[in-house]
């Protein structure tokens, strides 16, 4: 790969700045203040959205740091109805019940980052630079890990920020093909001015079916070489609670990030011992998420006053922007997730999800209303079921849980589930299908035998169909839309 670090000012060296200009708190002295969070929920396109976040605070540890989606920072610095839809302070985004969050920008730009990043320093813990995103879009506009390439220009877009705002900046990075290469390339962002630094333990080539296991001992390594003053975050392969503590263990970081873990169950990082806790009810999660919206989000935005007014006056651009909120437009792939080993059993709740938008309001002007059908749908399904199937409970009426200590006899037979060590024993995890649960990306081996995969990588079927919501098609879709508005903008 040919990383241009010939290109990074020679004297590029945090301890270099004037200690004037650094009343800020920096690295580790940084991260106390914001709480130490050992759980972090990533950035994630169209997904890691406020009301996403308070619902994934709400099932994690008190100090839990959330991320943003990723903002493009060219549009986010000039286009005040995008900045509207993705991020709003000070009622919603940034309020104190959305603390401490880091506001994740890709930009190819130092001016536009800086000009984005100026207008939410205020309602942030930090500002982050996206060098992970691996999308065809990313190529061509030149940003997130295909930046990899420029380190002259990650230098600067880091440092300018680190110069000039009031708040730390931070940065996610993807490995790159050796450990050594990787640790160079982290010394580098960490030596712009990057005050926490996330690792994903994947390269630039792993993502779609592609994906396959994140390597924790790059992660590893990098940290070993790192200063212990540098904060550190690890990425990849959190799928259950107990991956977290081994991912520290493993690693030695601060933090372990999940993203796609927490969408399939955004209770991944809760720490009680209640199994009901740890495995949400999917009707209850998705009753709570639709309340969050409703009473913490839709009180907050134009739409009432916009029903209000005659229909012949009503403005329908204004109308518009209101439904392309970010908690608005991310409600349908939240609900295929979370509702994901459901829907297989019950196609016509798939379809109901799929057919569902915030625009089909009705006579009472709720836009919730067809996504509430949903959810009743599928409170209906689970009362159903445990009216048949009740759930197995201990002496105080709680669920046993989804482990069983695995015996000798049935570590032959049995195939179902997954085997889970804790404490040095081993158990076998079967989560009933109406709790949410990880989803198994199948390994690149796996999608090839089974078709979800070409020998070309083209696309992924599943029963014929186009899989519903993959992160990929999420971060590409939302990458098309950034595209449209600059068009629409030009
Ligand atoms: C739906 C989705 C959207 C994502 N969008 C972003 C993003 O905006 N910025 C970013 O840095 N990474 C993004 N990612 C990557 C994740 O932050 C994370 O690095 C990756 O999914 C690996 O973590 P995991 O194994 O816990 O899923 C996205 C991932 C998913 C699943």
């Known amino acids: 790969m040919a990383s241009d670090a010939a290109a990074v000012p020679q004297n590029a060296s945090i ?33 890691s959205e406020l009301a996403w976040r308070l619902l994934s605070r709400r099932h994690s540890p008190e100090n839990t740091l ?8 060219r549009l986010f610095a000039t286009t005040s109805v995008y900045r509207q839809q993705s991020f709003q302070p000070p009622h919603l985004d940034g ?3 959305d603390r401490p969050v880091f506001v994740q920008f890709c930009s190819n730009d130092p001016e536009d980052l800086l000009g984005a990043a100026k207008e939410v320093e205020a309602h942030c813990d930090a500002v982050d630079l996206n060098l992970g995103c691996p999308q065809g879009i990313a ?32 940065a996610k990075i993807r490995i790159l093909e050796t450990k050594e290469r990787s640790l160079e390339y982290a010394k580098m962002v960490v030596d712009a001015g990057a005050q926490v ?40 392969n959190i799928l259950w609670h107990e991956d977290v503590e081994r991912c520290l263990a493993a690693t030695g970081v601060d933090g372990v990030m999940s ?28 009753r709570e998420y639709l309340d969050i919206i409703r009473h913490e989000i839709l009180p907050h935005l134009p739409l009432k006053e916009l029903l209000e007014q005659e229909p012949s006056k009503r403005s329908r651009k204004k109308l518009n922007e209101v439904f392309k909120d970010a908690n608005l437009t991310a409600i349908k792939s939240h609900l295929f997730k979370l509702w994901h080993s459901l829907l297989p059993r019950h196609k016509e709740v798939r379809n109901m999800v799929g057919q569902a938008s915030t625009r089909h309001m009705g006579p009472g002007g709720d836009p919730l209303r067809e996504y509430e059908e949903c959810q009743k749908r599928v409170e209906q399904i689970i009362a159903e079921e445990l009216e048949r199937n009740p759930e197995e409970v201990d002496a105080d009426g709680k669920w046993v849980g989804p482990d069983r200590e695995i015996t000798d006899a049935d570590e ?3 195939t179902e589930g997954f085997v889970v060590e804790i404490d040095g024993n081993k158990f076998r995890r079967i989560v009933p299908w109406y709790r949410c649960q990880p989803y198994f990306r199948p390994l690149p081996e796996k999608a090839l035998a089974i078709g979800a995969m070409t020998a070309k990588g083209e696309k992924t079927v599943e029963g014929g169909k186009r899989k519903a919501v993959e992160s990929s098609d999420v971060a590409e879709a939302e990458v098309k839309k950034v595209k449209v508005q600059e068009a629409e903008k030009a």
């Open 95 to 97: 309020a104190p019940a």
């Open 412 to 414: 032959s037979q049995e």
């Open 197 to 236: 630094l996330t690792v994903h333990g994947r390269t630039r080539d792993q993502k779609g079916h592609n994906t396959g296991l994140a390597d924790w001992g790059y992660i590893k390594y990098i940290r070993d070489h790192l200063p212990k003053g540098v904060v550190m975050f690890a990425n990849g």
């Open 139 to 170: 190529r061509k506009g030149h940003y997130g890990a295909f930046l990899q390439e420029d380190w002259g220009l990650i230098h600067s877009l880091i440092r300018r920020l680190h110069d000039n705002l009031s708040i730390p900046v931070t």
């Open 66 to 73: 959330c991320y943003t989606p990723m903002f493009h920072s």
């Open 15 to 47: 301890t270099s700045e004037p200690a004037s200009k650094r009343r800020k708190l920096q690295g580790r002295e940084f991260y106390e203040a914001i709480g130490s969070p050992r759980t972090v929920v990533a950035p994630m396109v169209e997904q």
């Open 259 to 286: 993203a796609e873990g927490n969408l399939y169950n955004p209770a991944i990082f809760e720490t009680s011992k209640d199994w009901d806790k740890r495995f949400p009810r999917m009707d209850k999660i998705g």
